[in-house]
């Protein structure tokens, strides 16, 4: 740690600079409050409602860091979840779209061979 006022390097449990003698500033203690803990009712909100779950973990990841995980968890289960879901219905409407094309041309041609032989 430097003195702001002289540049010199002190102890960081030093309060004042040797050389200069002027008051070191300490910066605050800022970490994780002591109430955080992960908690399943955050997790089931950010999965029923993704985008709260986002912003929750935007908001809380410096304060709440364990909260935010669980709100963030949420929503990133149900964004997969729902990305997998939408792959899955287009797959499907596709090959059942192919299906139905196909059994149309065979209808369509059994059609027009009946009225051939007439």
Same mark, same amino acid.
């Not at 139905?100 to 061979?113: E, H, I, M, Y």
């Given at each position: 740690?430097?003195?702001? $006022?002289?540049? $010199?390097?002190?102890? *960081? %449990? /030093? *309060?004042?600079?040797? %050389?200069?003698?002027? /008051?070191? %500033?300490? &910066?605050?203690?800022?970490?994780?409050?002591? *109430? *955080?803990? +992960? $908690?399943?009712?955050?997790?089931?909100?950010?999965?029923?409602? +993704?985008?709260? =779950?986002?912003?929750?973990?935007?908001?809380?990841?410096?304060?709440? +860091?364990?909260? !935010?995980? @669980?709100? =963030? %968890?949420? !929503?990133?289960?149900? !964004?997969?979840?729902?990305?997998? #879901?939408?792959?899955?219905?287009?797959?499907?409407? &596709?090959?059942?779209?192919?299906?139905? /094309?196909? @059994? !149309?041309?065979? =209808? &369509?041609? /059994?059609?027009? @061979?009946?009225?051939?032989? #007439?």
């Amino acid at each position: 740690m430097y003195c702001t $006022n002289c540049g $010199n390097e002190v102890s *960081d %449990k /030093a *309060d004042v600079c040797i %050389k200069c003698g002027c /008051a070191i %500033k300490k &910066a605050p203690q800022t970490g994780p409050k002591e *109430d *955080d803990a +992960p $908690n399943i009712g955050y997790a089931l909100l950010g999965f029923f409602f +993704p985008v709260v =779950g986002l912003v929750l973990f935007l908001i809380w990841h410096d304060d709440y +860091p364990l909260r !935010a995980k @669980s709100a =963030g %968890k949420g !929503a990133l289960i149900s !964004a997969i979840l729902m990305a997998c #879901f939408i792959i899955f219905y287009v797959v499907i409407m &596709a090959i059942w779209m192919i299906a139905v /094309a196909t @059994s !149309a041309a065979k =209808g &369509a041609s /059994a059609f027009l @061979s009946l009225l051939t032989c #007439f």
